[in-house]
């Protein structure tokens, strides 16, 4: 079945640490997104890529990173920069109109 | 002023009653609407998708679109407990090649048995 693929589905993170989260695609879609989304403040945009080796910021950049070496592949890597990582995160694919397909969810936890 | 409003509940009602959320947005390029729904600790589910104003249907949902008011609903009819979710509008506008999806704060809703 085609789907997104988030690993893992929990993370911990020590302060100043960088960590990584994964999304996959099987959709062949070419858009990628990464949305964090905070209790009682909706979904919001971190970063997306139209095509491979090509992203672009979105409304909560700061503090995050991204790559695009393939077309299934986006992942986010949350630095030491952002303050205030404790979110869960979430990665959509879409074709270039279209809805979105979301993956199930990393809950990055800062201890 | 947020460009999706969304009243975030919480709303609760009985098995079998008619449910009726919406939301309000400002910008006029928004082109497509959809409703998600959202399990707690999973990823949303497209539920509706459309881009015209009018009414849309599939089985007990029923989407609607107001372009003229900046204004979108979501009807479940006969509702049942397992319909028990957070329920998140969105809107897309273009971004070149990609779009932009701008989400409400989502109505958490619980149907009692």
């Known amino acids: 079945d085609g789907g997104i693929t988030q690993s893992p589905k929990y993370l911990f993170r020590k302060e100043g640490q960088n960590v990584t989260l994964s999304c996959e695609q099987n959709?062949?879609?070419?858009?990628m997104y990464w949305y964090r989304q905070d209790p009682g403040q909706g979904l919001r945009l971190i970063y997306y890529?139209?095509?491979?080796?090509?992203?672009q910021k979105g409304d909560i950049a700061e503090g995050y990173s991204v790559s695009r070496e393939k077309k299934e592949s986006f992942p986010l890597t949350v630095t030491s920069a952002q303050k205030n990582p404790t979110a869960f995160y979430l990665c959509?694919?879409?074709?270039?109109?279209?809805?979105?397909?979301f993956g199930s969810g990393t809950r990055l936890t800062v201890v | 002023q947020k460009e999706v409003e969304q009243d975030p509940g919480p709303l609760s009602v009985p098995e079998g009653a008619i449910v009726s959320l919406n939301c309000t947005y400002s910008?006029?390029?928004?082109?497509?609407f959809m409703w998600y729904r959202q399990y707690s600790r999973k990823g949303p589910e497209l539920l509706m998708y459309?881009?015209?104003?009018g009414n849309k249907e599939d089985g007990r949902f029923t989407a609607q679109v107001d372009k003229s008011s900046k204004y979108i609903s979501l009807f479940i009819r006969d509702s049942q407990p397992s319909d028990s979710a957070t329920y998140l509008c969105?809107?897309?506008?273009?971004?070149?090649?990609?779009?932009?999806?701008?989400f409400g704060q989502g109505t958490r809703l619980t149907i009692n048995p």
């Open positions: 969105a809107m897309s506008m273009s971004l070149g090649g990609a779009q932009k999806l701008v």
């Open positions: 890529s139209q095509i491979v080796n090509d992203f």
């Open positions: 910008n006029s390029a928004f082109q497509y």
């Open positions: 959709l062949n879609h070419d858009a």
């Open positions: 959509a694919s879409s074709r270039l109109q279209g809805s979105y397909t």
């Open positions: 459309t881009y015209s104003s």
